[in-house]
């Protein structure tokens, strides 16, 4: 039973993990640094650290059920 539900936080946590992944912007200015646009978006700096929190939750929490579920698992 135990198992289970971490095996569907597990699975949760993962799909979630991609998502917040993926809506990362990149950390490279790339072209736009050439003409100077990459300053036109720093005002996105608030929601970018409050992404990179929720991430980092969602990867300790990817991580506490992995260690769990392993530690179940083999029977220790």
Same mark, same amino acid.
Do not use: C, W
């Given at each position: 039973?135990?198992?289970?539900?971490?095996?569907?936080?597990?699975?949760?946590? %993962?799909?979630?993990?991609?998502?917040?992944? @993926?809506?990362? /912007?990149? !950390? +490279?200015?790339?072209? %736009?640094?050439?003409?100077?646009?990459?300053? @036109?978006?720093? /005002?996105? !700096? +608030?929601?970018?650290? %409050?992404?990179?929190?929720?991430?980092?939750?969602?990867?300790?929490?990817?991580?506490?059920?992995?260690?769990?579920?392993?530690?179940?698992?083999?029977?220790?």
């Amino acid at each position: 039973m135990l198992t289970t539900i971490l095996q569907y936080i597990q699975i949760l946590s %993962g799909l979630l993990l991609i998502l917040l992944v @993926l809506i990362h /912007s990149p !950390k +490279g200015d790339g072209i %736009g640094a050439i003409g100077s646009a990459s300053h @036109l978006f720093s /005002s996105q !700096k +608030g929601a970018e650290a %409050g992404l990179n929190k929720i991430t980092t939750g969602v990867v300790v929490v990817f991580m506490l059920t992995s260690l769990i579920l392993g530690l179940f698992l083999t029977g220790r």
